[in-house]
């Protein structure tokens, strides 16, 4: 390793011949007198020569020239500039022509030696650091694969949006879930809207820099309903601008499911104690009126108290059925089923009450293809057709008390089509008002006070969404109401494999 030091006066280090690298040093003289060919000759000789530093001195005119033709012809050189003390702002000229570094004159051997050791620290890292074009093409694609790896890995969908609501990027999660939209609109992929959304944090974030957070609903191309977590933060181009936004959601469907969940178990509890308490109540009553027609020998008595103790009987039995699968979380267990024997089979689970209560059952059966069978979890559905069925038989009771010469019926229809099985319940009892046919669905809502426990009808729609089915009400006050299912005869993949909350 050589120093070469360029129209240098070594007076003005003290004892420069103490410095550790004073043999190691090459006294060359180039100044502007020379002309071109001598100067020329001069600089070939530190290309050709294993210099490592050069040290310039600035008493001589040209000197900045000097530097900025040595640091364009000598990239692998380190270049310092030597300036008197009064004279730093030429320090700042040589760093702005090429100049590693500038020291200041008069000075010493040892800062001598310091300025050589940062210069051949700087050579170190310059030569066993790889700074050619090449190394940088082949680091960049390494970390560029190292970015694609995490991006694709982490377990959350991410995606790139321009301030277009273009999707421009996305990882391999968000692609299994949305398919790949690349050049398309968040709001079509993510939403199903055919419009930008009201408030969009990632448009909020594009516009001014900053990172923001929400909860949404977004909806997967299975049509999968998710509850995610949102995080937007901004992407900048070369000159600062933000051009982009990167979006991450975190799917918390199954948490915001069982905290919703255990919240409806807290009511459930509240709620149902209460009719817990007249139902034992009843019970009791049944009870008693058996005991004294048993003792005063008046069979009326027995009989009326057996029938309220084996109605309210059956009324707890319904009641512990409800809670238990409203609060057991259950695989469905699919099977082929013939569709008119699944229906002759829900009709007799309700026939003989209905018959009890002179409510006419009308069954109709059809099928436009040649077989009738379809892919149902067996239990649940039928658990959900006979709550709807007792519902409309309920209704024509209560019907009757106000209506006595009334005659009532249950209208229970199937037909079986290529693509889906539609079965129709319809009863002639009293209807619902407009407030209570849009509750029905929620959980703990009834409108039949102590008799019922708002369970029924949920569980029957909950039932009828995860066969991904759909159920749709029409009714009117005093005239009756009309319940149409429909369910796909092939389990679709999201029943199969549910992911998230459907639709």
């Known amino acids: 390793m050589n120093i070469s030091i360029v129209n240098f006066d070594n007076s003005v280090i003290t004892d420069l011949s103490s410095s550790k690298f004073f043999n190691n040093i090459e006294f060359l003289s180039m100044t502007r ?3 071109h060919a001598l100067y ?3 600089l070939s000789v530190l290309e050709t020569s294993d210099i490592a530093v050069i040290f310039i001195d600035d008493h001589k005119e040209g000197c900045l020239k000097q530097i900025a033709r040595i640091a364009k012809n000598m990239i692998n050189m380190e270049i310092i500039a030597a300036v008197d003390l009064n004279r730093s702002d030429i320090g700042i000229q040589a760093l702005q022509s090429g100049a590693s570094d500038f020291m200041i004159l008069p000075s010493s051997a040892s800062t001598f030696d310091f300025y050589i050791n940062r210069a051949l620290e700087r050579l170190y890292l310059h030569r066993h650091i790889c700074f050619n074009e090449s190394c940088y093409k082949s680091r960049f694609a390494r970390s560029q694969k190292n970015y694609q790896q995490l991006f694709n890995e982490v377990p959350c969908f991410i995606f790139v949006q321009d301030g277009d609501y273009i999707i421009t ?4 999660k968000f692609e299994e879930y949305f398919g790949h939209h690349i050049g398309e ?4 992929i993510c939403k199903n809207r055919d ?3 009201r408030e969009c944090p990632v448009q909020k974030t594009i516009s001014d820099g900053t990172n923001q957070s929400s909860e949404m609903e977004i909806i997967s191309s299975d049509g999968v309903k998710h509850i995610v977590l949102c995080w937007t933060a901004p992407l900048r181009d070369a000159s600062g601008e933000v051009t982009q936004a990167l979006v991450m959601l975190t799917d918390i469907t199954e948490a915001r499911g069982l905290e919703d969940h255990l919240t409806s178990l807290g009511f459930m509890i509240g709620s149902i104690s209460h009719g817990i308490k007249g139902l034992l109540t009843n019970l009791d009553g049944g009870l008693y ?4 027609g048993f003792s005063t020998h008046r069979m009326e008595k027995v009989q009326e108290g057996y029938h309220m103790t084996r109605d309210m009987t059956a009324r707890i039995k319904k009641l512990v059925l409800d809670i238990l699968y409203y609060t057991k979380t259950r695989t469905l267990e699919w099977e082929q089923v013939s569709c008119r024997s699944f229906m002759d089979e829900t009709f007799s689970l309700t026939a003989m009450k209905a018959q ?5 059952v009308d069954t109709k059966f059809e099928t436009l293809v040649e077989d009738d069978l379809f892919e149902i979890d067996r239990n649940s559905l039928q658990t959900a057709l006979v709550n709807i069925l007792e519902n ?8 009757k008390g106000r209506y006595p010469g009334k005659d009532h019926t249950i209208g229970f229809q199937a037909k079986v089509d290529r693509e889906k099985v539609v079965f129709r319940i319809q009863d002639n009892g009293q209807g619902m008002d407009k407030a209570t046919l849009k509750n029905i669905f929620t959980i703990f809502f009834s409108s039949k006070g102590n008799k019922g426990t708002g369970l029924g009808l949920f569980i029957a729609n909950k039932v009828i969404t995860r066969h991904r089915g759909e159920i749709r009400v029409v009714s009117t006050k005093d005239r009756g109401t009309k319940f149409i299912i429909k369910i796909p005869r092939s389990v679709p993949m999201t029943a199969r494999h549910p992911r998230g909350m459907p639709q």
Do not use: Q, S, W
Not at 185 to 188: L, V
Not at 356 to 360: P, Q, S
């Open 169 to 172: 990027d996305a990882n391999r």
């Open 289 to 292: 009126l058996m005991e004294t």
């Open 33 to 35: 007198e020379l002309d």
């Open 356 to 360: 009890k209560h002179g409510i006419v």
């Open 185 to 188: 609109y968040c709001f079509g």
């Open 40 to 42: 020329d000759k001069a």
């Open 195 to 197: 419009e930008p959304c």
């Open 392 to 399: 409309g038989i309920e209704a024509c009771i209560d019907d």
